[in-house]
Nanobody, 119 residues
Framework: QVQLVESGGGLVQAGESLRLSCAASGTASGTIFSYSTMGWYRQAPGKQRELVARILSGGSTNYADSVKGRFTISRDNAKNTVYLRMSSLKAEDTAVYYC?????????WGQGTQVTVSS
């Protein structure tokens, strides 16, 4: 099993930046993390969970159109950690942000971290 723990959420004003972190731990977490596609998802109140950004094991990235140019996903395999740098935050970015690891047929989720952007 792999445990994912997010951190870095908080309350910021529109236009400011935040960096979220997601650390993986558990049995074989290092190997699993290195070969996993890591993703950040978010869920706003009353809305479905949506993909924000994803980084493949080889480093390729994908972003939702709504965050392109503002958010950057990166990973440090030596630290079993994936990051989401969020800049120029908007009120509509307010949500609970979840870390996800997809490895073969398995998926792991973190508990989520709240990001609130005041306008």
């Amino acid at each position: 099993q792999v445990q994912l723990v997010e951190s870095g959420g908080g309350l910021v004003q529109a236009g400011e930046s935040l960096r979220l972190s997601c650390a993986a731990s558990g049995t074989a977490s290092g190997t699993i993390f290195s070969y996993s596609t890591m993703g950040w998802y978010r869920q706003a109140p009353g809305k479905q969970r949506e993909l924000v950004a994803r980084i493949l094991s080889g480093g390729s990235t994908n972003y939702a159109d709504s965050v392109k140019g503002r958010f950057t996903i990166s990973r440090d395999n030596a630290k079993n950690t994936v990051y989401l740098r969020m800049s120029s935050l908007k009120a509509e970015d307010t949500a609970v942000y979840y870390c996800n690891a997809a490895f073969l047929s398995h998926e792991f989720w973190g508990q989520g971290t709240q990001v609130t952007v005041s306008s």
